[in-house]
């Protein structure tokens, strides 16, 4: 199996982080995440097609926020919580609860 | 003199400031304007050329992230704190602060 490529805790950069949570779709796909601890791909395809949800989970996995972790012939991905929160302390709680509430305000 | 577009407070959302955070040129922007208060063009001009400060000011501006008072024949920049910490309280702060901590260890 293709090895799945993960930026080292210490290559984690803040521009990479922001930007990769500056989309509406990413933010959406960490809230969920953040909710189901792990998940497949297949949890997200209401999301967007399936181009783009394979786009937008390299974007956070490359910049470090998500880990996907193959199991038999599927992909868990979940939240680099401990690496983010050495890293740079309270900012992904902050960002996801700013994200919650305007989830919350739109519907 | 042409008016100058803000978003209003309201129309600052949370994917456009993290987006516009998420650049090495624009978070040190956001430094220096975070230290001096206001500033013009001119105090960025060594931090990239003429033509991509016009469009990362403009980014930031659009965003909400930075306000532009025309005083004269100068512009004055400076940061959307009171309308950021309405919208997304500490936010900005804790970004800077984690910007403020990798330019230190870069230098």
Redesign the interface.
Known sequence: MQRIHHPRKEQI????V??S????TR?EIVLRLDTLGEATCAEFLDACSKTNLTYHLRRLREAGVTRVSPVGTQRFISLRRKDLDTR?P??LE??IG??RD?ASADT
Chains 1, 2 share one sequence.
């Open positions: 950069h803040l521009a990479g922001l930007d949570l500056s989309d509406p933010l740079f309270g900012l902050m960002i700013f994200a305007a």
